[in-house]
């Protein structure tokens, strides 16, 4: 059985190449009828027509993927933090490098605090003695008294003040006291006329009562005494009258003076408390103003605000200016998620959407090498940004689910700051749509141009 194979195997190289020309001579018509057909071209044509057909129907049901690519770099979760001074000083001090480890809240660098300083103890200053000058004026209006503590103020200005509120007080006093002492007198001067006018009524009662029993009799008395009796009246109704009138004008007077009296005092309170309201809105004024001056004072030390790594350290002078705003250093944080962040094309973010999938190419790592990352997209921006090269495009930051590329034999990471591109799968399209669609595009632009 087995020479029978190996007979065969070694047979069949004859009988496929060596050449049949037993009908070399003969007509050749006869030639063409008796002569058998090659099969290798049906096989050959066979093959090609099944080869069309299977492409056919790969390109009318096979899809591939439609991607919008997108460059951008790795970030860490929160972006980079860049440091940034307040306001125009000096720099006294630089306490790191490039490369360091920080920890939060550590100072970084400090700024020359010789122009912050002095003006914050002087405004603390200058509310201090507002608020002293506020106690005076609560005293002076019965709020209680002035007794400010000595070692709370500076004693200069506990004197002062003690000297305005015995100043203003006597003042007060050395009025109303001017006013006291006519009112005083008004008063005694409208008890003696009370007691004068009651006097004369009594007399003018004793006058009537004589002129009316001497009237009975008035012809047996003379006529002096009877006419003397009547002036007797006549000049103690005057009396009284006059007495009177006296009174009402000691009473005016006295309203007078005590109108005036209140006056005084309203006068004072009113005053006083419209000095008051003053200090007070000045005083609020001044701790708005220090409540600044301590926020610039504090930004007078640069703080790390993460625990991480300086990336770039942009200043390098000691005893050099720095402006608002100006880049100082900035810090990469530890320990935080990476996140990638990419630009798309205008004409592209209408496809995005979230969590679609996303297929990463690492700049530092070749993908055909090393292969690809996954991804799905986490937030898309809702306005574009001005790129100088790109022109408007909007940010969109995509999650990553590998974060690590096997490089011989070991894990390799990915870090901040890296370039990428990234291809986000917005959907799937057929293969013959590639072919087709430009067909139809150029036919419908054809049609539709005049």
């Given at each position: 059985?087995?020479?029978?194979f190996?007979?065969m195997?070694a ?5 496929v190449f060596?050449?049949?020309d037993?009908?070399e001579?003969?007509?050749?018509m ?12 049906r096989?050959?044509?066979w ?15 096979g ?13 860490p ?16 001090s ?5 490369g360091?480890?920080?920890r ?6 400090e ?6 300083a002095p003006e ?5 200053e200058?509310?201090r003695?507002?608020?002293l000058e ?9 709020k209680?008294?002035?007794n ?8 200069e200005?506990?004197?002062t003040?003690?000297n ?23 008063e ?5 006329a009370?007691?004068?006018k009651t006097?004369?009524?009594?007399l ?9 029993r001497l ?21 103690y109704?005057n ?5 009177t ?7 005016y007077?006295?309203?007078?003076v ?6 005084i ?27 600044k001056?301590?926020f610039?004072?504090?930004k ?10 300086i ?13 608002p705003?100006?880049k ?7 320990n ?7 630009s798309?094309l205008?004409?592209?973010i ?12 690492i700049?530092?790592f070749?993908f055909?090498?090393?292969g690809?990352?996954?991804g ?5 921006s ?6 100088e090269?790109l022109?408007?495009?909007y940010?969109?930051?995509i999650?990553p689910?590998?974060t690590?590329?096997l490089?011989e034999?070991?894990r390799?990471p ?7 591109t990234a ?8 293969i013959?749509?590639?072919?087709v669609?430009p067909?139809?595009?150029y ?8």
């Open positions: 059985m087995f020479k029978r190996f007979r195997i047979e069949w190289p004859q009988k060596r050449k049949d037993a009908h001579f003969h007509p050749t006869a030639e063409i009828e008796e002569r058998p057909v090659n099969p290798l071209g096989i050959i044509f093959v090609i027509v099944v080869t069309m057909v299977f492409f056919a129907v790969w390109m009318c049901l899809t591939i993927d439609v991607v919008v690519s997108a460059r951008g770099m790795v970030i979760e929160g972006d980079v933090k860049i440091l940034q001074p307040l306001d125009t000083d000096v720099v006294s630089i306490l790191c490098r490039e360091d480890f920080v939060k809240e550590q100072i970084l660098m700024i020359d605090p010789s122009i912050t914050l103890e002087s405004k603390k200058t509310l003695y507002l608020e506020k106690m005076r004026l609560n005293a002076s209006i019965g209680g008294d002035f400010p503590d000595k070692k709370a103020y500076d004693q200005s506990v004197t003040q003690r305005l509120y015995r100043s203003s007080m006597q003042g007060l006093a050395e009025q109303l006291n001017a006013k006291r002492a006519e009112l005083k007198k008004i005694e001067e409208a008890k003696s009370a007691k004068e006097y004369n009524a009594s003018l009662e004793l006058a009537r009562d004589r002129e009316k009237k009975a009799v008035a012809d047996i008395v003379t006529r002096n005494e009877y006419e003397k009796a009547v002036n007797d009246v006549l000049t109704t009396a009284v009258e006059q007495l009138h006296k009174l009402e004008q000691l009473a007077q006295k309203n007078q005590l109108h005036e009296i209140a006056y005092n309203e006068s004072f309170r009113t005053t006083t408390l419209k000095e008051y309201s003053d200090k007070h809105k000045t005083a609020t004024e001044i701790g708005a103003e220090i409540d001056t301590s610039r004072n504090q007078q030390k640069i703080l790390s605000p993460v625990e991480g790594y990336s770039n350290l942009y200043f390098h002078t000691i005893g050099g200016v720095v402006t705003a100006q100082l250093m900035t810090i990469v944080p530890f935080t998620p990476l996140v990638l962040k990419v798309v205008n004409k592209d209408g496809f995005v959407r979230d969590r679609m999938p996303v297929s990463i190419k700049d530092t070749d055909q090498k090393y690809i990352l996954n799905t997209v986490r937030s898309i809702h306005h574009s940004t001005d790129d090269k022109g408007p495009v940010e969109v930051f999650n689910i590998e690590t590329f490089v034999g070991r390799v990915i870090a901040s700051g890296m370039s990428l291809e986000i799968k917005v959907g799937k399209r057929r013959i749509e590639f072919f669609y067909l139809i595009k036919l419908d632009e054809g049609i539709k141009v005049r």
